[in-house]
């Protein structure tokens, strides 16, 4: 049975209405919600009348065209369907529109192997192979790319139409980046596919860059009030020239990049080039060096990164320097990954040994990260770099990256009761150069000072109180040194005397116990954490290289104090 245009976007929109069961739909709301679609596709009022409807309905439940759609009627004037997930998009195709179609493929396909036609190919194949599978209900001969779950294919339709007819929308956006949504005005020039993800291009004001917009990222789009803005500089068939992918800038050239590709994967990228200005460069036994001439984008990047060891980046120097970032940060991925094995063992060498070494417990990006906030703070608030206390109270924004899941783990792994204490920052560099004699790390600090039975030894010293508590808090105690740089015995790295963190000691017996102990010293890579008992006899040298080392030095406990005593940077960390 043939059906009209205006029928089918009827069908489409009623059916649409239908499959929104939150709303109660009258036969009032689908006259409208249909005259609003026909008129955003005509540009002009079109009269939908009850009977229309009705009679739409009626075809709808029928199985005239294959629906057999189960419409009910509730409460004497609601619609809705009876299946809670039919469509009639997820209707088989009646043997009549299956005839129709075969006849339709058989005319395109007289026009395969002209060149104006050559776009249509993949076009008819999958046109064919779908009629095919319906007529036999045999499974599919060709099976194309294609992402059933990909959001936004709702709105490809409706943007095309925009487009077609010039008109602008109200779209509403939320960017992957973005915190909330946000509804602007969007004039839309063009709709592009890459690797099976749609963007809508076009500009916001005509005094602005253009933009392109995933459909996956959009909210809601309708028709605006506002007049459409078309700017007569952008060609779609330039635009994308210089470039992989949907990243344009326009005010960017393109570069010259050239790649080496290795003689496995080679055969890959010859047959199917990144972009049609790649060219051969030339060729050894091991491999072929291609050039391209884009713009340095994501798109790039991600596309050089999909080949892994089998691409390196010849040039410009800035992609080289970008891909090798990326892959060195892949790389951390996997290195600061901490099995339940090693959390165990270093525990274990903490208790009876009173140290242990745990390397890649932050990624470099994350160190990277690190080292310019605390230049950045220290250089704005004259801070002083060599000892600075109360981290976390003067620079909370690192929380988030010092406490991150190898950290937690591994202080859970230790004590699962354990909050933090304090936190130091020591920057020893050629500028602030020192040493520090054998010693145990027995003050900590409190909000007041309170005369309270075995807490001896008050100091105020910048604003802090110190105090050497009992040997049962200080025994309670352990610490973890984050390092921000390589540390080795050049550039002063801690020595310890092992096991001598079961008792507080004098001088005597430390001058006792250094003097007959071989010290180890901890050499600890960037992103590193070594844990530490604050009894165990520690010691560092000036470093003898100019080079800096920067450590964050964390204390955590699990005892509270007694008498009303706090410690004055307590922070709860589970």
Not at 227 to 238: A, G, I
Request: aromatic share 10%.
């Amino acid at each position: 049975m043939a059906v009209n245009k205006n029928a089918l976007i009827r069908y489409k929109t009623i059916d649409k209405c239908l499959q929104n069961h939150f709303r109660k739909w009258t036969l009032d709301d689908l006259i409208e919600a249909c005259s609003n679609v026909l008129y955003e596709y005509e540009g002009k009022d079109v009269d939908v009348s009850k009977r229309t409807v009705q009679l739409d309905l009626q075809m709808m439940r029928s199985d005239k065209l294959g629906y057999n759609a189960p419409i009910e009627v509730y409460d004497r004037k609601y619609y809705k369907y009876g299946q809670e997930d039919y469509s009639i998009t997820n209707s088989p195709i009646s043997n009549q529109d299956l005839t129709k179609l075969s006849e339709a493929v058989s005319f395109l396909k007289q026009f395969q192997g002209f060149s104006h036609f050559a776009e249509l190919g993949s076009m008819v194949q999958k046109l064919e192979d779908h009629v095919y599978t319906q007529r036999t209900q045999e499974k599919s001969l060709i099976d194309f790319e294609k992402n059933d779950h990909l959001k936004g294919l709702e709105f490809l339709d409706q943007l095309y139409q925009f487009i077609l007819k010039r008109e602008a929308i109200e779209m509403t956006y939320q960017s992957f980046n973005a915190r909330q949504e946000s509804t602007f005005t969007f004039h839309p020039y063009l709709l592009k596919e890459f690797r099976n993800r749609w963007f809508v291009i076009g500009k916001r004001k005509l005094s602005e860059g253009i933009m392109n917009l995933a459909l996956d990222r959009i909210i809601s789009v309708h028709k605006s009030e506002r007049s459409f803005v078309l700017d007569h500089t952008f060609n779609s068939e330039n635009y994308y020239k210089q470039a992989i992918g949907v990243s344009i800038s326009p005010s960017m050239e393109a570069e010259t990049v050239m790649l080496y590709v290795n003689h496995k994967q080679a055969p890959y990228v010859l047959t199917k080039p990144f972009h049609h200005s790649q060219k051969e460069i030339s060729r050894d036994h091991h491999g072929v060096t291609i050039s391209l001439e884009v713009q340095l984008n994501f798109e790039l990047e991600k596309e050089i990164l999909g080949f892994g060891e089998g691409i390196k980046v010849l040039a410009p120097e800035r992609l080289k320097r970008n891909i090798k970032e990326r892959l060195y940060d892949a790389i951390d991925g996997y290195e600061t990954e901490i099995n339940d094995k090693n959390l165990r063992t270093i525990a274990k060498r903490l208790e009876f040994k009173g140290f242990g070494i745990l390397n890649h417990v932050y990624s470099k990006r994350d160190i990277r990260k690190l080292k310019v906030q605390f230049d950045t703070y220290i250089k704005e608030n004259d801070e002083r770099a060599y000892g600075m206390r109360e981290v976390l109270k003067k620079m909370p924004e690192i929380r988030e990256i010092l406490f991150n899941k190898n950290l937690r783990r591994l202080v859970k792994a230790i004590d699962k009761k354990a909050f933090l204490t304090k936190a130091i920052y020591f920057d020893k560099s050629p500028k602030d150069n020192w040493y520090v004699t054998w010693h145990q790390d027995i003050p900590i600090h409190v909000s007041e000072k309170i005369e309270t039975e075995g807490f001896e030894a008050w100091t105020i010293k910048n604003d802090n109180i110190g105090v050497r508590p009992p040997e049962e808090f200080s025994k309670n105690t352990f610490a973890m040194r984050i390092h921000l740089d390589d540390t080795s015995q050049k550039n002063g790295a801690l020595q310890i005397i092992p096991g001598s963190h079961k008792k507080q000691l004098n001088d005597d017996d430390i001058a006792l116990i250094t003097s007959s102990s071989i010290p180890f010293v901890s050499e600890v890579s960037s992103g590193g954490v070594q844990l530490l008992k604050p009894l165990v006899l520690h010691a560092s040298s000036k470093s003898k290289i100019q080079r800096r080392r920067r450590v964050i030095h964390l204390e955590f406990a699990s005892m509270p104090l007694p008498n009303g005593l706090t410690y004055s940077e307590y922070e709860p960390l589970f």
